[in-house]
């Protein structure tokens, strides 16, 4: 019997496409940003299926703030507050935006800088990168089939914490 169990823990590591962190887990800090992966997500009272449905997401990219673990569940906020807890599948470590309020999007990462588009209150955005000692980031908004592309203000829209930097 120790043989057989020796065997097994020895082979979880050398198992193709499986990392010793995929295995076994890797924490991650909390709280930290993901987003919504699908079109549907369900929101939950608790951690688990047995848990009543409290909202459904109908927004993919949608931005959440992680803020506890169990499991393989996720208690996550949004931005107006809203706190419930989602299957850790059901999120993506892609950066996204949701903007707070209506706000100018300018060319350069400085408000003195051309604007070259206008943000409706809601409007999810990909976050390109936030550059270290900037109060800007680059976002990358849809639109008509294409993309708009340009600076932020942090304080502007919810998705990252005002010293973070993303490359």
Same mark, same amino acid.
């Given at each position: 019997?120790? &043989?057989?169990?020796?065997?097994? $823990? /020895? $082979?979880?590591? *050398?198992?193709?496409?499986?990392?010793?962190?995929?295995?076994?887990?890797?924490?991650?800090?909390?709280?930290?940003?993901? /987003?919504?992966?699908?079109?549907?997500?369900?929101?939950? +009272?608790?951690?688990?299926?047995?848990?009543?449905?409290?909202?459904?997401?109908?927004? &993919?990219h949608y931005p959440v703030e992680i803020i506890d673990e169990y499991e393989l569940w996720r208690q996550i906020r949004e931005a107006d507050g809203t706190i419930g807890w989602v299957h850790k599948n059901m999120l993506t470590n892609q950066r996204y935006a949701v903007t707070l309020q209506e706000d100018t999007? *300018?060319? !350069?990462? =400085?408000?003195?800088? %051309?604007?070259?588009?206008? /943000? =409706? &209150?809601? +409007?999810?955005?990909?976050?390109? !990168?936030?550059?270290? =000692?900037? %109060?800007?980031?680059?976002? @990358? *908004?849809?639109?008509?089939? @294409?993309?708009?592309?340009?600076?932020? @203000? @942090?304080? $502007?829209?919810?998705?990252?914490?005002?010293?973070?930097?993303?490359?």
């Amino acid at each position: 019997m120790n &043989k057989f169990f020796i065997f097994l $823990s /020895a $082979s979880l590591f *050398f198992i193709g496409g499986f990392s010793s962190n995929e295995v076994f887990g890797n924490p991650s800090s909390l709280p930290r940003f993901a /987003a919504i992966r699908y079109n549907e997500v369900n929101l939950r +009272t608790g951690p688990g299926h047995r848990f009543p449905i409290n909202w459904v997401y109908v927004e &993919k990219h949608y931005p959440v703030e992680i803020i506890d673990e169990y499991e393989l569940w996720r208690q996550i906020r949004e931005a107006d507050g809203t706190i419930g807890w989602v299957h850790k599948n059901m999120l993506t470590n892609q950066r996204y935006a949701v903007t707070l309020q209506e706000d100018t999007l *300018f060319r !350069k990462p =400085q408000e003195t800088s %051309d604007p070259i588009a206008i /943000a =409706q &209150k809601g +409007t999810i955005a990909h976050i390109e !990168k936030c550059p270290s =000692q900037s %109060d800007f980031c680059l976002l @990358k *908004f849809p639109y008509r089939e @294409k993309y708009v592309t340009g600076w932020m @203000k @942090k304080a $502007s829209f919810f998705g990252v914490y005002p010293q973070e930097v993303i490359d």
